[in-house]
């Protein structure tokens, strides 16, 4: 299955690619997660991220397609995968779409706006599994602990309340029109992100195990 998420800074895209992977199987590939290991490793790339990222824009689409279809060509790709955070531009969905290993459903996340600012300014991320958390709705048992492999958790440097802003305005801006994209050739499914982590979950397995009985 080729499966991509959708949806605000903040909608749960991680998270559910999270629990998608491990339940699924697939490969995730987060767009994001990327460009911040190579930020991390001061990489070419990383430093001309970094200028992106801190700002609340996107990268360029170019250096982005490239990147991903690149990736989708290894051979771990085949069974499938699960994107998050790509396509997030009507050039990158068109891109996406021009292989032939395009994007099969595309689950779209919808939360409201004083959510998406209240999650966002609570995550905390651990730096060794990528575990995600949040300070008041799913706090680690020892703050600043990861509970599953006891590494040390980090607050986003683009979670800052202006940076914040900034993202939403451009996922507006730029992310609704693939929305529209996808809607329009039937293959996206909106899921209400505005649920408990697990009820989500249950809602997306669901419209998954609709999907292959069709
Ligand atoms: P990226 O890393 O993709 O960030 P994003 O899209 O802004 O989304 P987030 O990762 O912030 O949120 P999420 O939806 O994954 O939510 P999460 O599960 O963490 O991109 C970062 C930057 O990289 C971009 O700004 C851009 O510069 C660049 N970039 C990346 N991809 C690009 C592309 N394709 N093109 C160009 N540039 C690109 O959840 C958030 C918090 O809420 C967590 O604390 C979590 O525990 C909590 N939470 C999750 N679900 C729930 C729930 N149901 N109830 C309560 N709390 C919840
Ligand atoms: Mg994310």
């Known amino acids: 299955m080729r499966i991509a998420l959708l949806g605000a800074p903040g909608s749960g895209k991680g998270t559910q690619a999270l ?4 339940r699924l199987g697939l490969i995730h590939i ?7 290991a190579s930020v991390k490793s001061q990489s070419v790339l990383g430093e001309k991220a970094k200028t992106y990222m801190d700002q609340g824009e996107l990268i360029p689409d170019p250096i982005v397609v490239e990147l991903v279809i690149e990736r989708l060509q290894k051979l771990d790709c085949q069974k499938g995968y ?9 050039t990158q969905a068109e891109a996406l779409e021009d ?6 459903i595309v689950l779209c996340l919808d939360v409201p706006d ?3 600012v209240k999650r966002l300014t609570g995550r905390q991320t651990c730096l060794t599994c990528g575990h995600l958390y949040h300070m008041t709705s799913s706090a680690p048992k020892q703050a600043g602990v990861c509970d599953q492999c006891q590494g ?7 979670d800052l309340p202006d940076v914040v802003k900034k993202r939403l305005e451009v996922y507006k801006r730029l992310t609704l029109p693939v929305v529209t994209f996808y809607r329009e050739k039937k293959k996206l499914i909106d899921i209400n992100g505005h649920q408990e982590i697990d009820q989500i979950f249950h809602e997306i397995l669901q419209e998954l195990t609709r999907e292959q009985l069709k």
């Open 82 to 90: 699960i994107l998050d955070g790509f396509p997030r531009t009507k």
């Open 30 to 36: 987060s767009t994001g997660d990327i460009f911040r």
């Open 152 to 158: 040390l958790l980090k607050i986003r440097d683009d």
């Open 114 to 116: 004083e959510e998406l």
């Open 19 to 22: 629990m998608l992977q491990k």
């Open 99 to 104: 292989t032939e290993f395009g994007v099969e």
